[in-house]
């Protein structure tokens, strides 16, 4: 029997994965900067940013535009001081941009017919996550979401993971994580559970298959072929 035919429940990531999400990142980085007088940065800069969740976002947003800035001896602003600014930012606008990747929404459906129970798994901060899967109709679907602060550790931790493990009962086998960044395989392995890597996300620019994903998809709606084998 196939490793695949354990699998009963579905860890997925968000951002880079279910949602481009760097188009409104990249609008709440550039509106908080603006108010440090800093200099804007690009959305390619933000894609090789996202990852360990809004605050390192945030972290590696003002380094690079303080070494940026024409006079970076009289600018020292304090990464405390500026997230309360990003996370209003951001909760302003988190759908103004963003879209859902190609056959998202029906290969989820499919997944929910077909018997899986299926999760959220992301770095994002939970306040955020929850209001964007309502706002692309998304959030029927998962039965449990866990954000980048809902527990102690995230991502690459295997924490989010062992979680669902405990709480829906299932031996390490019975899970699957699929994601955009190493830090998604990283978490499945420390885990000891199977993972698929996805290549059109963000993961700092680098190929996603040099993490060793069980399987690497091209497109979301490829996942299902590996789990209906
Ligand atoms: O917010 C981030 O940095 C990344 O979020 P993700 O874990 O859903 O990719
Ligand atoms: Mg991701």
């Known amino acids: 029997m196939s490793q695949w035919a354990n699998i009963k429940a579905i860890a997925f990531d968000l951002d880079g994965t279910l949602i481009d999400s760097v188009p409104d990142l990249t609008a709440a980085t550039n ?16 894609r090789s940013w996202v990852g360990n969740g809004a605050q390192v976002l ?16 009289e600018l020292q ?48 901060p939970y306040r955020f996550t929850v209001p964007l899967l309502t706002a692309f109709g998304l959030d029927e679907l998962f039965s449990e979401v866990l954000g980048g602060d809902s527990l102690a550790k995230m991502k690459p931790d295997p924490m989010p993971l062992q979680h669902l493990l405990q709480q829906w009962q299932l031996d390490t086998t019975q899970l699957l994580m699929v994601g955009d960044s190493k830090n998604d395989i990283l978490a499945a ?41």
């Open 77 to 124: 602003v304090q990464l405390e001081q500026v997230m309360p600014r990003f996370m209003h930012h951001y909760g302003e606008h988190l759908q103004q941009h963003s879209l859902l990747y190609p056959h998202v929404r029906e290969t989820l459906q499919q997944l929910t017919q077909a018997g899986y129970k299926l999760a959220i798994v992301t770095n994002k």
């Open 31 to 46: 509106a908080t900067l603006a108010e440090c007088h800093l200099p804007e940065v690009s959305d390619a800069l933000v």
């Open 189 to 229: 392995k420390a885990a000891n559970v199977m993972s698929i890597g996805l290549t059109y996300g963000y993961n700092y620019g680098e190929d996603i298959g040099l993490s060793e994903p069980d399987a690497v998809c091209e497109h979301f709606a490829d996942i299902g072929k590996y789990l209906q084998s």
């Open 58 to 73: 945030m972290q590696r947003a003002l380094s690079y535009a303080s070494s940026m800035a024409e006079d970076s001896t």
